[in-house]
């Protein structure tokens, strides 16, 4: 199922009889200050901060010690 140039043609005359062109361009407008409201948002964000160097040795970390479990399932 191919969507040709006649079929784009019929489905755009179909929305603008079914929206008007006033609501379309009003739309688009919408669109387009919402874009450029994102754009400033991501610009007026702080950079972040560089990482702090650790100084000093790591700790050393042991792995916790299994403890048995009783199988309470067998009767």
């Not at 916790?64 to 479990?69: I, M």
């Amino acid at each position: 199922m191919n969507v040709g140039p006649f079929q784009i043609v019929i489905i755009l005359l179909v929305v603008l009889v079914l929206f008007g062109r006033g609501r379309i361009s009003e739309t688009m407008g919408d669109f387009g200050k919402g874009i450029k409201s994102f754009k400033k948002g991501m610009t007026d964000e702080e950079p972040a901060k560089p990482a702090q160097r650790i100084e000093g040795p790591a700790e050393d970390v042991k792995a916790p010690e299994k403890q048995p479990t009783s199988d309470k399932t067998a009767n």
